[in-house]
Protein backbone atom coordinates (compact mmCIF):
# COMPACT_ATOMS: atom_id res chain seq x y z
CA UNK A 1 0.00 0.00 0.00
CA UNK A 2 3.17 2.16 0.53
CA UNK A 3 3.90 2.83 -3.13
CA UNK A 4 0.10 3.34 -3.69
CA UNK A 5 0.19 6.46 -1.59
CA UNK A 6 -1.84 4.75 0.91
CA UNK A 7 -2.55 7.55 3.82
CA UNK A 8 -1.98 6.10 7.64
CA UNK A 9 -5.47 6.48 8.24
CA UNK A 10 -5.84 3.49 6.09
CA UNK A 11 -2.83 1.08 6.98
CA UNK A 12 -3.73 1.28 10.61
CA UNK A 13 -7.30 0.03 9.34
CA UNK A 14 -5.90 -2.84 7.56
CA UNK A 15 -3.57 -3.52 10.77
CA UNK A 16 -6.37 -3.86 12.94
CA UNK A 17 -8.99 -6.07 10.57
CA UNK A 18 -5.63 -8.14 10.45
CA UNK A 19 -5.67 -8.80 13.53
CA UNK A 20 -9.75 -10.28 13.72
CA UNK A 21 -8.26 -11.88 10.83
CA UNK A 22 -5.56 -13.65 12.24
CA UNK A 23 -7.86 -14.80 15.09
CA UNK A 24 -10.17 -16.13 12.52
CA UNK A 25 -7.58 -17.93 10.53
CA UNK A 26 -6.32 -19.66 13.80
CA UNK A 27 -9.33 -20.84 14.87
CA UNK A 28 -10.04 -22.30 11.51
CA UNK A 29 -6.54 -23.55 11.11
CA UNK A 30 -7.59 -25.42 14.52
CA UNK A 31 -10.41 -26.78 13.23
CA UNK A 32 -8.87 -28.14 10.21
CA UNK A 33 -10.76 -26.19 8.01
CA UNK A 34 -9.49 -26.16 4.32
CA UNK A 35 -8.71 -22.89 3.36
CA UNK A 36 -6.47 -20.52 1.86
CA UNK A 37 -4.90 -18.52 4.93
CA UNK A 38 -2.34 -16.53 2.62
CA UNK A 39 -5.31 -15.40 0.29
CA UNK A 40 -6.82 -14.26 3.55
CA UNK A 41 -4.43 -12.12 4.77
CA UNK A 42 -3.46 -10.40 0.80
CA UNK A 43 -7.70 -9.93 0.95
CA UNK A 44 -7.18 -8.27 4.18
CA UNK A 45 -4.30 -5.47 3.11
CA UNK A 46 -6.27 -4.27 -0.03
CA UNK A 47 -9.73 -4.63 0.35
CA UNK A 48 -10.18 -1.36 0.83
CA UNK A 49 -7.36 0.22 -1.47
CA UNK A 50 -10.04 1.68 -3.13
CA UNK A 51 -10.17 4.57 -0.58
CA UNK A 52 -7.08 5.78 -1.51
CA UNK A 53 -8.91 7.64 -4.27
CA UNK A 54 -12.31 7.65 -2.96
CA UNK A 55 -10.71 9.45 0.35
CA UNK A 56 -14.37 11.04 1.58
CA UNK A 57 -15.07 6.76 2.16
CA UNK A 58 -12.42 6.58 4.56
CA UNK A 59 -14.08 8.56 7.73
CA UNK A 60 -17.85 8.32 6.08
CA UNK A 61 -19.98 5.78 4.06
CA UNK A 62 -20.17 5.23 0.64
CA UNK A 63 -19.25 2.42 -1.62
CA UNK A 64 -17.71 4.16 -4.86
CA UNK A 65 -13.94 2.06 -3.44
CA UNK A 66 -15.19 -0.91 -4.00
CA UNK A 67 -15.35 -1.31 -7.52
CA UNK A 68 -12.40 1.61 -7.99
CA UNK A 69 -10.31 -0.92 -5.87
CA UNK A 70 -11.23 -3.73 -8.22
CA UNK A 71 -10.16 -1.82 -11.25
CA UNK A 72 -6.46 -0.39 -9.20
CA UNK A 73 -6.01 -3.73 -7.96
CA UNK A 74 -6.20 -5.49 -11.88
CA UNK A 75 -4.22 -2.73 -13.17
CA UNK A 76 -1.58 -3.51 -11.01
CA UNK A 77 -1.62 -7.11 -12.41
CA UNK A 78 -3.49 -8.60 -9.23
CA UNK A 79 -5.62 -12.12 -9.87
CA UNK A 80 -9.28 -10.96 -10.51
CA UNK A 81 -9.88 -13.55 -7.13
CA UNK A 82 -7.74 -11.08 -5.58
CA UNK A 83 -9.50 -8.00 -7.02
CA UNK A 84 -13.00 -9.19 -6.23
CA UNK A 85 -12.42 -9.18 -2.36
CA UNK A 86 -12.64 -5.11 -2.95
CA UNK A 87 -15.96 -6.07 -3.66
CA UNK A 88 -16.93 -8.79 -1.81
CA UNK A 89 -15.68 -7.59 1.38
CA UNK A 90 -18.94 -5.67 2.20
CA UNK A 91 -21.31 -7.27 -0.71
CA UNK A 92 -21.04 -10.60 0.45
CA UNK A 93 -24.88 -10.90 0.79
CA UNK A 94 -25.25 -10.62 -2.84
CA UNK A 95 -22.30 -12.40 -4.35
CA UNK A 96 -21.74 -15.79 -4.17
CA UNK A 97 -18.49 -15.72 -2.05
CA UNK A 98 -15.78 -18.13 -1.14
CA UNK A 99 -14.93 -19.29 2.50
CA UNK A 100 -11.63 -16.71 2.09
CA UNK A 101 -13.93 -13.92 0.77
CA UNK A 102 -16.04 -14.48 4.07
CA UNK A 103 -13.28 -14.49 6.59
CA UNK A 104 -12.04 -10.96 5.07
CA UNK A 105 -15.55 -9.66 5.33
CA UNK A 106 -16.27 -10.97 8.70
CA UNK A 107 -12.99 -9.66 9.85
CA UNK A 108 -13.74 -6.25 8.80
CA UNK A 109 -17.00 -6.46 10.87
CA UNK A 110 -15.27 -7.86 13.94
CA UNK A 111 -12.64 -5.98 14.30
CA UNK A 112 -14.32 -3.02 15.52
CA UNK A 113 -16.42 -5.22 17.64
CA UNK A 114 -19.94 -5.58 15.19
CA UNK A 115 -20.99 -9.14 15.07
CA UNK A 116 -23.36 -9.50 11.89
CA UNK A 117 -25.44 -12.65 12.32
CA UNK A 118 -26.05 -13.40 8.82
CA UNK A 119 -22.47 -13.30 7.30
CA UNK A 120 -21.26 -15.03 10.73
CA UNK A 121 -24.40 -18.05 9.86
CA UNK A 122 -23.10 -18.12 6.13
CA UNK A 123 -19.43 -18.93 7.84
CA UNK A 124 -20.75 -21.31 10.10
CA UNK A 125 -22.42 -22.56 7.53
CA UNK A 126 -19.63 -22.83 4.90
CA UNK A 127 -17.42 -24.79 7.60
CA UNK A 128 -20.38 -27.44 8.63
CA UNK A 129 -20.02 -28.23 4.76
CA UNK A 130 -16.62 -28.33 4.37
CA UNK A 131 -15.74 -30.46 7.82
CA UNK A 132 -19.25 -32.30 6.91
CA UNK A 133 -20.69 -31.67 10.21
CA UNK A 134 -24.00 -30.28 11.34
CA UNK A 135 -24.07 -26.89 11.70
CA UNK A 136 -25.22 -26.87 15.26
CA UNK A 137 -21.91 -29.06 16.04
CA UNK A 138 -19.83 -26.12 15.44
CA UNK A 139 -21.94 -23.12 16.28
CA UNK A 140 -20.96 -23.04 19.32
CA UNK A 141 -17.30 -23.19 19.02
CA UNK A 142 -17.53 -20.45 15.94
CA UNK A 143 -20.13 -18.56 18.62
CA UNK A 144 -17.54 -18.06 20.85
CA UNK A 145 -14.38 -17.10 18.76
CA UNK A 146 -16.35 -14.62 16.75
CA UNK A 147 -18.01 -12.52 20.26
CA UNK A 148 -14.33 -13.56 21.39
CA UNK A 149 -12.58 -10.95 18.54
CA UNK A 150 -15.77 -8.89 18.74
CA UNK A 151 -14.96 -8.30 22.71
CA UNK A 152 -11.84 -6.51 21.96
CA UNK A 153 -13.12 -3.60 19.28
CA UNK A 154 -13.18 -0.91 21.19
CA UNK A 155 -9.71 -1.36 22.09
CA UNK A 156 -8.94 -1.93 18.51
CA UNK A 157 -11.22 1.59 18.04
CA UNK A 158 -9.39 3.21 20.27
CA UNK A 159 -6.03 2.21 18.68
CA UNK A 160 -7.06 3.06 15.04
CA UNK A 161 -7.82 6.77 16.32
CA UNK A 162 -4.62 7.28 18.65
CA UNK A 163 -2.31 5.73 15.80
CA UNK A 164 -2.41 8.99 13.26
Known amino acids: MDNLDAPQHLINHVTLVGEAADLLIKKFIEMKVNFDPDFVRVGVVIHDIGKIIHTNE ?14 ILLSKGFTPAIA ?5 HARWSDM ?10 LS ?8 VEELELQIIDRISHILDVERWDIFSELDLCFESIA ?6 LQRSVTRG
Open 151 to 156: SEGLKR
Open 108 to 115: DKLWKGKR
Open 96 to 105: ECTIEELAIA
Open 58 to 71: MYGPGSQHEPEGER
Open 84 to 88: RCCLS
